[in-house]
């Protein structure tokens, strides 16, 4: 018993340093990758950064729901898209105010809204089939695709400007960017496994494992990321990469694993994770619709508000 913990409190510190290798290889790789093809860095945390961060949920998802843990994939995503905003925003804008002044940023942020409702409005419904997997991910394509027409049409501006990162040549740009999504993937499976385990032991239940610890251990690459990209200041890719997380969780990581298999839907995420989920979303949107600058105060708004959500769920299970 005690040698298990010990190798599941080592599964932690493990995951925890992959982790934050791999948020700093994503990092640098992108950016240096966007400066030097005069793409912006906003798309880059858009997809690169956020597809990037959100294989461990995809990971995540398709193994619970094909070992027959349904309330762990869903969880995983509700839980995920609360803590990156709630979490992951607050603590990037604790270590450097975010600056938020990319006008095209507001679309993206409708997209995340927008696709968090529709989750919603299929949880209400009881199942995610595999016709609902399919209409996320063309969605998800059609997402993309205006993505890129949009960047293709964009004029190279200030945006692109040199940041604060040494130069690196474009292959090791190129290996660092892929490199980082193996990091976080291995590493958000270690902590997973380790918190996971923990957990169970003290019989915690799939749905609250799901909504908390799988889902704060799969936000790991985000918070990671983030945390890099705040300290280099880069706040336009912190932004990115929790909406863009947002979005491919929603449309990408239930949509391959509803086609995959159809999800069942526990009562409770219809009747209150998921409600909550949509309300942080909208207050996101409203967020970075109103003000130019989250600041620590909102930072510090943030963290206590996800505090309560955590303290809730263990009141719940």
Same mark, same amino acid.
């Given at each position: 018993?005690?040698?298990?913990?010990?190798?599941?409190?080592?599964?932690?510190?493990?995951?925890? #340093?992959?982790? !934050?290798?791999?948020?700093?290889?994503?990092?640098?790789?992108?950016?240096?990758?966007?400066?030097?093809?005069?793409?912006?860095?906003?798309?880059?945390?858009?997809?690169?950064?956020? &597809?990037?961060?959100?294989?461990? %949920?995809?990971?995540?998802?398709?193994?619970?729901?094909?070992?027959?843990?349904?309330?762990?994939?869903?969880?995983?995503?509700?839980?995920?898209?609360?803590?990156?905003?709630?979490?992951?925003?607050?603590?990037?804008?604790?270590?450097?105010? #975010?600056?938020?002044?990319?006008?095209?940023?507001?679309?993206?942020?409708?997209?995340?809204?927008?696709?968090?409702?529709?989750?919603?409005?299929?949880?209400?419904?009881?199942?995610?089939?595999?016709?609902?997997?399919?209409?996320?991910?063309?969605?998800?394509?059609?997402? @993309?695709?205006?993505?890129?027409? !949009? %960047?293709?049409?964009?004029?190279?501006?200030?945006?692109?400007?040199?940041?604060?990162?040494?130069? #690196?040549?474009?292959?090791?740009?190129?290996?660092?960017?892929?490199?980082?999504?193996?990091?976080?993937?291995?590493?958000?499976?270690?902590?997973?496994?380790?918190?996971?385990?923990?957990?169970?032991? !003290?019989?915690?239940?799939?749905?609250?494992?799901?909504?908390?610890?799988?889902?704060?251990?799969?936000?790991?690459?985000?918070?990671?990321?983030?945390?890099?990209?705040?300290?280099?200041?880069?706040?336009?890719?912190?932004?990115?990469?929790?909406?863009?997380?947002?979005? !491919?969780?929603?449309?990408?990581?239930?949509? #391959?694993?509803?086609?995959?298999?159809?999800?069942?839907?526990? %009562?409770? &995420?219809?009747?209150?994770?998921?409600?909550?989920?949509?309300?942080?979303?909208?207050?996101?949107?409203?967020?970075? &619709?109103?003000?130019?600058?989250?600041?620590?105060?909102?930072?510090?708004? @943030?963290?206590?508000?996800?505090?309560?959500?955590?303290?809730?769920?263990?009141?719940?299970?």
């Amino acid at each position: 018993m005690v040698f298990d913990v010990l190798t599941e409190i080592g599964f932690l510190f493990g995951g925890l #340093i992959l982790l !934050f290798l791999g948020g700093e290889c994503l990092v640098r790789g992108s950016v240096a990758i966007a400066e030097r093809f005069g793409i912006s860095r906003l798309a880059v945390g858009l997809v690169v950064i956020g &597809f990037g961060t959100s294989a461990p %949920e995809l990971v995540v998802s398709v193994q619970a729901v094909l070992s027959g843990s349904p309330d762990i994939a869903i969880g995983n995503v509700v839980g995920s898209n609360i803590a990156n905003i709630l979490l992951v925003l607050g603590v990037a804008a604790l270590i450097a105010p #975010i600056i938020n002044r990319d006008s095209r940023i507001r679309r993206d942020v409708i997209v995340m809204a927008v696709a968090t409702a529709a989750l919603v409005a299929a949880l209400a419904y009881g199942e995610i089939s595999r016709l609902m997997g399919a209409v996320m991910l063309g969605a998800l394509a059609l997402y @993309l695709a205006l993505t890129y027409v !949009f %960047e293709r049409n964009r004029k190279a501006s200030a945006d692109t400007a040199k940041g604060n990162d040494l130069p #690196i040549s474009l292959p090791l740009a190129i290996g660092a960017a892929v490199l980082g999504p193996v990091l976080l993937v291995i590493g958000a499976r270690l902590m997973v496994d380790g918190a996971t385990g923990i957990a169970r032991s !003290f019989g915690v239940s799939e749905a609250v494992i799901g909504l908390t610890v799988v889902a704060i251990g799969t936000s790991l690459p985000e918070l990671a990321t983030a945390i890099v990209a705040a300290f280099r200041r880069h706040a336009d890719v912190v932004i990115a990469n929790v909406i863009g997380s947002n979005i !491919f969780n929603v449309l990408a990581v239930l949509g #391959i694993t509803a086609v995959i298999s159809p999800i069942p839907v526990a %009562e409770r &995420f219809a009747a209150t994770d998921g409600p909550i989920m949509l309300g942080v979303a909208l207050a996101a949107t409203v967020l970075l &619709f109103s003000t130019k600058l989250i600041g620590r105060p909102l930072g510090a708004l @943030l963290l206590p508000a996800y505090t309560a959500y955590i303290l809730i769920q263990g009141s719940t299970n």
